[in-house]
Structures are given as structure tokens and as C-alpha cells.
């Protein structure tokens, strides 16, 4: 119990009905009290019942012949206070890793993923099902990302390791509610809160500065009623991210930017001084953000093309990469939006670059995200709306037809490729075949010209 002295003290808890929620302006408190008898109602079987699949009643069906107790925690409770349909169905539970290998290796249940074993996760897999099973415990060491636990029987210690008091929450299967925290009534005023002190809680797991944030563009009801200790908590404890990896982080932070409030919470981030440790600039360029942001209302940027603003040149959008670790296509975007941002549209630019998506038909669908992004973040609604309509035509001649031709040297096939997609262009893609095979000595002679030009440089 020392664990929970540092953070709480006791009160009495007063039951109170269940109903579905709805929003209520969030009241600023974080000092926490746990609950001395935490079940506070119970819901009707038509508010849960549907979470009771044949493959879940199986699992169930062990866990009740070998005595342990086991409740649905987490997200998914949250969720269905909501009344929404949890994505995820995770499990608390007071048997140990061992037992619940045993019951299920008795019952002829498989069990999957087991590197989760070591943190007390038994994953059990039932008819094309997986379900996470997780021994209740206790946090002993932690050291901001990785955390010594130990196994308890204790559903309040194991409550009081959670992050926010919304995720805090357990449903029995009966349909009891066990909050021990006041997260019932946090989710109904659509507050945030740390699970205790909030500077502690963060020390413990620094990710949790990410997740507050984006829990908050959930469930807050205004992009700025965040509580001031909080704030005061992050911007102290803000440097603990640097110790975050790179993709951990840009997985929190593409949840934000996609959530309620995106830009706002972005802001609120920046502002207090977490940029040079998710790899932004020291002094990230705020005004072009706001700019760029009101300008493309209503418009679906990616989570990466919110970010450019930021930065200043492709140097920027490197280090950016070398911190968050992107993948292929959000790094790709980047550098085309920083290299492209400044280019002014025309007709011919718009041509230009329906050549490029022709040109590469293995990369087409992703070119043509590229450049749609590339016109929300400039603005450009009539173009967009142009490329959004427009599918890229399949160019009608190939490499083989060339060869037929007599050009025999493979590399010079594709330049004369390309460049017949140029001419099939410049006639509004109205070029038939026989015309454009007609047209291979004029791609090849120029080829060869252009050749000839480069070899008098060198």
C-alpha cells in the first residue's frame, strides 16, 4: 500500500444511476481520492451483452470452473459508458501468467503472442479470436518508458497504475461497474485527468504526456479547458520524451493531429516547449502553421502534411525523419511538400504533373495523394477538385512495342517511353496508338540529341 500513500487518500463513494453519456463542461480538479467500495452500478445486459461472443463465453466458461476472477478494463469500458461499440476487448484478471497457462493448456485452448508473458499478458486464441488476458499488478520500478511489475490480487493497486481516470474503470461480467477513481464522472463532464499526481505519472511513462492529448481531442468538450497543473506537469516534465522512440511518438502524435482539436492541442504542445524532443525545430515556424491550417478548412490533410508548416527546408524534414522514424510514405510526402509547397500552378504544371503519375503506373495512386495534398495544403479547391475527379489513363504503349521498332538498348526504351507519354500529353492524351508508334523516330532522334548535348558538357 505504500505505492497508493504516495499518490491517494480515502473518502466515502456515494452510488449514483447509470445513463449513456452526454457532454457537460470539464471542472478543473486532480486531486484524487480512491473510492472505499468502488462498485458503483450496474448496467442491464441489452447496455454489454453484445461483447459476449461465442469464442469470449468459451474463455469465460475457464475462468469461472477455476475460480478467478476476470473483468473487461480499459478502453473498451470507457467505450461502452459511452454507448459505443468497443474496437478492442481487453482483460483484467487476479490469476497468475502461470495459472492461466495452465487452465488454458487443460481446457485445450491455444495461446498465442507469448512475448507478453514476461509483462503478465496471456493472449488466448478461440476460433479466429484473439483476447488479451492480463494479470492485475503493480508498477515497483519504472524508469519513463519500461516499467518492473508485480502480480496482485488487488483490483485497486491495479487501478492505481493506469494512466487517466477514464481508462481507469472495470466492468464486471455481471455488468458492475467498478470505478475507483471518479472516472465515471470525469467521462461525463468529458474531464482528463491523471490517476494521482499527474507529475508522478508521467515521470513513471513519458508516452503519457502523448496519450493525456490525445485523450483529451476525444472526449473534451473546447480545444483549450485543459487543467493548469497538468499543463505546469508537462512543460516540468516535457524533456522525458527525448527517452520516447521515435515511432512510438509519431503514433500518438498522428492520433492527435487526425482528433478534435488537432492544431489547437498541436499548439498547446508546442507552446509548451515539447518540440525539440519530437524532432521540430527549437523555434517551429507557428504563423505558417495557423496559415496553412485556416486556409484548408474543410480539407483532409495527412498528419504529416499538418507538420510541414513547421519546418523550414528539406534539412528540417530530414532530422524530423531521423526522430520519428516514418514510414516510406509519410517521409516521401514531406520531402515532395517542402521541395514542391512554393511552385505556382498552371495549366502546364497541372500537365507536368499528370505525366509524372503516368509515368510511373506502380506508383500512381500514391503520386496522385502526393500532389492532392500538395493542392489542400496551397489552397488550390478548383484544381483539387479537378485532380480528385481525374483517374490516371493507362498509357497504351509498351516496352515490347518500342523493341519491335528496332530499338534494341533496354534503358533507351524507357526514355523513349517516357517521352511519347510527353507527346500523348501535349494532345490531351488523345493520341492513338498507330499515331504514337508513329512518332518513335522523333522520341529516339531526340533522345539521341539530347545525348549528344550532355556528352559536349562533360
Known amino acids: 500500500m505504500k505505492y497508493l500513500c504516495k499518490l491517494f487518500s480515502l473518502r466515502p463513494y456515494r452510488p449514483y444511476p447509470f445513463r449513456f453519456l452526454s457532454f457537460e463542461n470539464p471542472v478543473v480538479s486532480y486531486n484524487l481520492k480512491p473510492r472505499l467500495t468502488p462498485a458503483i452500478m450496474k448496467l442491464e445486459s441489452s447496455q454489454y451483452g453484445f461483447i459476449f461472443s461465442p469464442q469470449l463465453t468459451t474463455v469465460l466458461q475457464v475462468f469461472d470452473k477455476y475460480k478467478h476472477e476476470i473483468r473487461l478494463c480499459g478502453g473498451a469500458v470507457r467505450d461502452i459508458l459511452l454507448g459505443k461499440t468497443p474496437t478492442d476487448l481487453d482483460f483484467a484478471t487476479t490469476a497468475t501468467p502461470d495459472e492461466m497457462v495452465e487452465m488454458m493448456d487443460n481446457e485445450n485452448i491455444r495461446i498465442v503472442n507469448k512475448g507478453g508473458l514476461k509483462h503478465g499478458t496471456v493472449t488466448t486464441h478461440v476460433d479466429g479470436v484473439n483476447f488479451e488476458l492480463t494479470t492485475l499488478r503493480i508498477d515497483v520500478v519504472t524508469d519513463g518508458r519500461h516499467a518492473e511489475v508485480e502480480y496482485t490480487k488487488d483490483w485497486l493497486l491495479d487501478a492505481g497504475r493506469r494512466d487517466l481516470t477514464v481508462n481507469s474503470m472495470f466492468l464486471g461480467m455481471d455488468g458492475t461497474i467498478y470505478d475507483y477513481f471518479d472516472g465515471y464522472e470525469d467521462l461525463k463532464k468529458r474531464k482528463i485527468r491523471f490517476v494521482g499526481d499527474a507529475k508522478l505519472r508521467i515521470t513513471e511513462d513519458y508516452l503519457r504526456i502523448l496519450r493525456y492529448f490525445r485523450f483529451y481531442g476525444r472526449l473534451a468538450t473546447a480545444p483549450n479547458l485543459h487543467d493548469e497543473y497538468i499543463l505546469e506537469a508537462i512543460r516540468e516534465k516535457g524533456s522525458g520524451l527525448k527517452n520516447i522512440s521515435g515511432e512510438r511518438i509519431w503514433s500518438e502524435l498522428q492520433k492527435i493531429l487526425e482528433g478534435n482539436y488537432g492544431p489547437d492541442i498541436m499548439k498547446t504542445l508546442l507552446n509548451l516547449g515539447l518540440s525539440p524532443y519530437i524532432g521540430l525545430p527549437d523555434q517551429p515556424n507557428i504563423d505558417e502553421f495557423d496559415k496553412v491550417i485556416n486556409r484548408s478548412k474543410g480539407l483532409k490533410l495527412q498528419p504529416i502534411t499538418m507538420l510541414i508548416p513547421f519546418l523550414k527546408d528539406v534539412q528540417d524534414m530530414i532530422e524530423l525523419n531521423n526522430r520519428l522514424k516514418f514510414r516510406v510514405f509519410d517521409r516521401d510526402l514531406g520531402l515532395?511538400?517542402?521541395?514542391?509547397?512554393?511552385?505556382?500552378?498552371?495549366?502546364?504544371?497541372?500537365?507536368?504533373?499528370?505525366?509524372?503519375?503516368?509515368?510511373?503506373?506502380?506508383?500512381?495512386?500514391?503520386?496522385?495523394?502526393y500532389i492532392e495534398q500538395l493542392l489542400m495544403y496551397n489552397n488550390e479547391r478548383t484544381i483539387l477538385e479537378e485532380f480528385q475527379k481525374w483517374t490516371p489513363l493507362k498509357f497504351p504503349i509498351t516496352g515490347n512495342m518500342?523493341?519491335?521498332?528496332?530499338?534494341?538498348?533496354?534503358?533507351?526504351?524507357?526514355?523513349?517511353?517516357?517521352?511519347?507519354?510527353?507527346?500523348?500529353?501535349?494532345?490531351?492524351f488523345q493520341t492513338d496508338i498507330e499515331e504514337l508508334l508513329n512518332l518513335i523516330p522523333k522520341a529516339e532522334d531526340e533522345v539521341s540529341c539530347n545525348l549528344k548535348k550532355s556528352q559536349k558538357i562533360i
Do not use: C
Open 336 to 369: 515532395f511538400l517542402i521541395e514542391s509547397r512554393d511552385e505556382k500552378w498552371t495549366p502546364d504544371t497541372i500537365k507536368r504533373n499528370k505525366i509524372k503519375i503516368i509515368q510511373n503506373p506502380p506508383k500512381q495512386s500514391v503520386m496522385k495523394v
Open 402 to 428: 518500342i523493341k519491335s521498332h528496332g530499338v534494341k538498348d533496354g534503358k533507351k526504351i524507357g526514355i523513349i517511353l517516357r517521352k511519347l507519354i510527353e507527346y500523348w500529353a501535349d494532345d490531351d
